[in-house]
């Protein structure tokens, strides 16, 4: 089981930028596609944004495109989301999750039921 550590959530207004991180310890992360999720209170955890373990295909839900990246260094065991132009109804906490070995390394989820491993998670407000 994967160990996956989140940070760089905080308090941002309207407009800003923030840049959030995972890492894991342990693993060959070069394996597994990745994805950011996130979670407002009183609402369901939406897919965010995905990335393949080859790097080649990322999906992004409409709401964030043209605003969040995705990106991964197999390097440092590690998956960046940059979030730029941030809304108010970006406001959640987001998690970092691995999808199960054997998929495809050119095809990543939206679906969190094809994630196995997960954060703890970051809180994300935007608040003028």
């Known amino acids: 089981q994967l160990q996956l550590v989140e940070s760089g959530g905080g308090l941002v207004q309207p407009g800003g930028s923030l840049r959030l991180s995972c890492v894991a310890s342990g693993v060959t992360w070069d394996s597994y596609g990745l994805g950011w999720f996130r979670q407002a209170p009183g609402k369901e955890r939406e897919g965010v944004v995905c990335i393949s373990s080859s790097g080649d295909t990322t999906t992004h839900v409409d709401s964030v495109k043209g605003r969040f990246i995705i990106s991964r260094d197999n390097a440092k065991n590690s998956v960046y989301l940059q979030m730029n132009n941030l809304k108010p109804e970006d406001t959640a906490v987001y998690y970092c999750?691995?999808?199960?070995?054997?998929?495809?390394?050119?095809?990543?989820?939206?679906?969190?039921?094809?994630?196995?491993?997960w954060g703890q998670g970051t809180q994300v407000i935007v608040s003028s």
């Open positions: 999750a691995a999808q199960g070995l054997g998929a495809s390394p050119y095809v990543c989820y939206s679906s969190a039921s094809e994630y196995y491993d």
